[in-house]
């Protein structure tokens, strides 16, 4: 199985300060058609997850463009540009490049 | 707009069965690859199966044999058979849909799965 290693576990940021979470994958996550399947969900507390990037770096509709997502093979990272209070929750990259579909541990984002 | 509802879930004893349902509504639900995904509570997510558009399904190790995924079209309508339930298939259990393949776009909001005597 791929596992998605998620660093840090916990990011006490500064409103308006940026923020960035890291996923490295044991084994690339280039898909036979060429794709990259890593995603990136927020999970707000007591919300169900949603979507804000996938195949590494497109913003899913109705994203605030604060958020970008980045890298490639099997580095990839989560930038918010200006933290807002709107952002606090549990970070989560997950792949769909190969079975089993796998997740990350979470990244949980706090304001200090 | 796209939603999805899932229902059924409850408190059950171990060595029990449920049966998870999830309603789609604002697209067609046998359009796209529908999954289910798990978790426990305080814990991360976990992928438990998957339906492709042609039928075919996929599902987790820790569940093999024990959950199947299916659909009814004519409903719009996911759903997951859940026998021989054990104490760590305890969790909110989630719908989300491959809008295009490789990625979950929608999430429902969630139904939770108590086993425990």
């Known amino acids: ?112 | 707009e796209v939603q999805l509802l899932e229902s059924g879930g409850g408190l059950v004893q171990p060595g029990g069965s449920l049966r998870l349902s999830c309603a789609a509504s604002g697209f067609t639900l046998s359009s796209y690859a529908m999954n289910w995904v798990r978790q426990a509570p305080g814990k991360g997510l976990e992928w438990v199966s998957v339906i492709s558009v042609r039928g075919g399904t996929r599902d987790a190790d820790s569940v093999k044999g024990r959950f199947t995924i299916s659909r009814d079209n004519s409903k719009n309508t996911l759903y997951l058979q859940m026998n021989n339930l054990r104490a760590e298939d305890t969790a909110v259990y989630f719908c989300a849909t491959e809008a295009e393949p490789g990625t979950l776009f929608y999430w429902g909001q969630g139904t939770l799965v108590t086993v425990s005597s």
């Open chain 1, 1 to 112: 199985d791929i596992v998605l290693t998620q660093t840090p576990l916990s990011s006490p940021v500064t409103l308006g300060q940026p923020a960035s979470i890291s996923c490295r994958s044991s084994q690339s996550l280039v898909h036979s058609d060429g794709n990259t399947y890593l995603s990136w969900l927020q999970q707000r507390p007591g919300q169900p997850p949603r979507l804000l990037i996938y195949k590494t770096s497109i913003r899913f509709s109705g994203v605030p463009d604060r958020f970008s997502g980045s890298g490639a093979g099997t580095d990839f990272t989560l930038q918010i540009s200006r933290v807002e209070a709107e952002d606090v929750g549990v970070y989560h990259c997950t792949q769909l490049t190969q079975f089993p579909y796998t997740f990350g541990q979470g990244t949980k984002l706090e304001i200090k």
